[in-house]
């Protein structure tokens, strides 16, 4: 029996530039600096049905800056029987680190999650 194998080539761009044309430019007078410390993670649990998850969540994005970017995991725990046993009725739950407590559930506390960003 012969193997077929199909290969899917993506188009090539060669964009010629010339020497010198790319070059290094400081930032502008009274940029703010380029934040090194690293991105902030949030795990959101939640339900595909939950309006106050979803409230969480968009809640949650407003307060993302160019100066605070973070991501978020969103979480189903109705994929995982042991997600529904331990946080079945209070979903949304939101946590800045696993390992540490929850932030908060149901609603969320903006004064908590502003805290854990100034960090």
Not at 14 to 23: D, M, R, T
Not at 74 to 79: F, H, M
Request: hydrophobic letters at 45%; one cysteine or more; a negative charge.
């Amino acid at each position: 029996m012969a193997r077929v194998t199909s290969w899917r080539l993506a188009p090539i761009i060669i964009i010629n530039i010339p020497p010198g044309a790319l070059q290094w430019q400081p930032a502008p007078e009274g940029a703010p600096p380029i934040s090194r410390k690293p991105r902030m993670h949030f795990t959101l649990y939640s339900r595909s049905y939950c309006h106050l998850c979803e409230d969480m969540l968009a809640a949650l994005n407003a307060l993302q800056t160019p100066h605070q970017p973070f991501t978020v995991d969103v979480i189903d725990v109705d994929a995982d029987a042991a997600l529904v046993a331990r946080f079945d009725e209070l979903v949304p739950v939101l946590f800045a680190d696993l390992d540490g407590p929850e932030l908060c559930h149901y609603f969320l506390d903006e004064a908590k999650v502003r805290a854990v960003l100034s960090k």
